[in-house]
């Protein structure tokens, strides 16, 4: 393991599956060391898709600094107050922990403030084995450039057209704004007999080459439904073992 950890990043289309491939890894990797899971995504699923609760996020800290009044504790020492408040956000379970970025209620403009939180996150990071980013939906995280340093992206496609394309173009607006990945990951999620030739067919037009197929699995929907975490998935399930596939490639990097 380097001295500063893993990173790995997941970015696609909204709806591919990139928070239930998350949960996995996040589950997996820790049988392989520390794990920091990041749910930067604003609808914030991670939890629940690893079963656990989580009492706040960085989001409201964000917001209790922008809207304090000018001359409260809060904003005399702005800088110290988010950093404790992230420190406090990070919740701690006995696989791994977890830190929620939730999503901003109010409009004013919040560069500074995510400039702080961003290194204190990067610092935070540099503790653990292994750091798990569930970014947004669609390309919001890179043209913000708030995954920066990333080893691994893992861009989760599904066999549509527009879930193709938009993974072809994570990879050139990272170059556009220069952001340096160690590894470009594709997984195909809700992979099927019935659709596979026409996900290759997509994925070779547009010039992609996919990592790794995960199928189909209903019961992904069932335990979403009930309420279950969906990364307690049986470990024999086709689609767990490929995801050990991808733990595996992953830690080809480390």
Not at 30 to 57: C, Y
Not at 144 to 149: H, L, P, S, V
Not at 157 to 180: F, G
Not at 195 to 217: C, H, M, Q
């Amino acid at each position: 393991m380097s001295a500063k950890g893993l990173t790995i990043a997941l970015s696609g289309k909204g709806g591919v599956g990139k928070t239930f491939i998350a949960s996995m890894l996040v589950k997996r990797l820790s049988e392989h060391g520390s794990v920091l899971a990041i749910d930067a995504d604003p609808d914030s699923n991670l939890p629940q898709a690893l079963g656990v609760t989580v009492k706040r996020s960085v989001g409201q800290s964000r917001e209790d600094i922008i809207n304090a009044p000018m001359r409260s504790p809060v904003t005399n020492a702005k800088q110290e107050y988010l950093e404790q408040a992230i420190h406090e956000s990070i919740e701690e379970f006995p696989l791994f922990s977890i830190i929620v970025m939730g999503r901003s209620e109010g409009e004013g403009c919040y560069c500074a403030v995510n400039h702080v939180i961003r290194g204190v996150i990067d610092t935070r990071a540099r503790g653990y084995d292994f750091t798990i980013i569930d970014c947004h939906a669609g390309l919001e995280h890179l043209s913000r450039r708030t995954t920066r340093d990333v080893d691994i992206m893992l861009v989760v496609v599904e066999p549509t057209k527009n879930s193709i394309q938009t993974a072809t173009r994570v990879t050139e607006i990272a170059k556009e704004l220069h952001i340096q990945f160690g590894a470009v990951l594709v997984v195909a999620n809700r992979v099927t007999a019935e659709n596979k030739p026409r996900l290759d067919e997509l994925a070779r037009d547009n010039g992609l080459e996919i990592t790794a197929y995960v199928p189909f699995e209903p019961l992904v929907s069932q335990y979403d439904g009930m309420g279950k975490p969906v990364s307690d998935l049986p470990e024999d399930s086709p689609a767990s073992k490929v995801i050990d596939e991808i733990c595996r490639k992953i830690l080809s990097y480390a």
